[in-house]
């Protein structure tokens, strides 16, 4: 596949002309204080597994509107409270779910806690099931996610995943086997766009790690490509002809490039130069707006969608380990 979006040259330099909203942190304020309304009620069950390198719990947390989120934590056989562990908190692709829970061992293995989130109304797509039903319906929308509640950014469904994804670090951070000062967001895809949220909407996180992430300057990814999740926009639009204006206002409150503006924590990305699911210059336009002093790439300039995978991986495990043992 050949190169399809700017030279590396440009994208190191690319910044969209990205109008925010002047509520946008305002938004944002209002929507976690009005979860927070609701007891957090982090809740801990021990799941017996014949893994005895790990202990594994079935989490279940208040979320948006007080719903329940599901959620793994995987922690190293043996942790004690007298010496607390740094924590890395995941979020998963688009379609996904929390799968099970010995899909996760990475890193515990390595000795963080590690806690997954499982993404409401997600998990039915084949290839990780998940166990956390979205109960908030929502107007007209194309089959996916991306779309649902698009005319109000009340209504949009990544609200409530943001909302989900913040209290998500809330729960991890009430184990008493967890080193609240030191937690890590990443994720890839879906799960980068939400860490970059998150890196926003958290400012004391330790570190966060966003792994060609979706979710990023939806202007240009809307028309830039056809491949789904992003071509779920111009589908929608393609049958509520002269929504634009208002389907964008919308998406602009939940823009990582605006969220890039406000995360702070030390910060590793990675782009795809032959990703068509994520075009690598959304993904440079959130890069090149973090605001953070420490922020560095990996380029992957021969792959698509599924990046540096394994590699990446290995890129993560040592950089994590530099700064949550720090």
């Known amino acids: 596949m050949p190169h399809f979006d700017l030279p590396l040259d440009e994208l190191r330099r690319y910044r969209p002309e990205l109008t925010e909203p002047d509520d946008f942190d305002a938004f944002w304020e209002k ?3 009005e979860a927070r309304q609701f007891d957090l009620d982090a809740r801990f069950e021990p799941v017996r597994l014949p893994l005895p390198g790990v202990s594994v719990f079935d989490v279940t947390y208040a979320g948006f509107g007080g719903h329940p989120i599901k959620g793994w934590l995987v922690l190293p056989a043996g942790a004690t409270a007298d010496e607390p562990l740094p924590a890395v908190v995941e979020y998963i692709g688009y379609g996904g779910g929390r799968g099970l829970a010995h899909m996760h ?16 109304g997600q998990g039915s797509g084949g290839w990780a099931q998940g166990d956390t039903p979205d109960p908030v319906g929502s107007g007209p ?8 509640g698009i005319e109000d950014p009340h209504a949009y469904y990544y609200r409530r ?28 895809s879906q799960g980068g766009g939400i860490a970059l949220a998150v890196a926003g909407l958290v400012p004391d996180l330790t570190a966060i790690a966003p792994d060609v992430p979706f979710l990023c300057d939806f202007p240009r990814a809307a028309t830039l490509t056809d491949r789904p999740p992003y071509s779920e926009i111009g589908l929608y639009l393609k049958a509520r002809r002269g929504g634009e204006e208002r389907v964008f206002q919308t998406l602009s ?14 910060a590793l990305f990675s782009a795809a130069l032959q990703d068509m ?29 599924e990046g540096g995978g394994p590699y990446q991986q290995g890129v993560q495990l040592r950089w994590l380990s530099d700064h949550l043992r720090q």
């Open 31 to 33: 929507s976690l204080l």
């Open 141 to 148: 929308a194309h089959p996916g996610y991306l779309t649902r």
């Open 253 to 266: 409150y939940f823009d990582g490039v605006h969220f890039a503006t406000r995360g702070r924590a030390p």
């Open 161 to 188: 995943v943001f909302v989900d994804a913040v209290r998500a670090v809330e729960a991890v951070r009430a184990h008493p086997l967890v080193d609240a000062g030191r937690i890590a967001a990443l994720g890839a």
């Open 105 to 120: 061992l990475l890193w515990a293995a390595a000795g963080f806690a590690h806690f997954v989130m499982d993404t409401r």
């Open 277 to 305: 699911t994520c075009p690598p210059s959304t993904v440079f336009a959130a890069f090149n707006a973090y605001a953070g002093r420490e922020r560095s790439m990996e380029v992957y300039s021969f792959n698509d969608h």
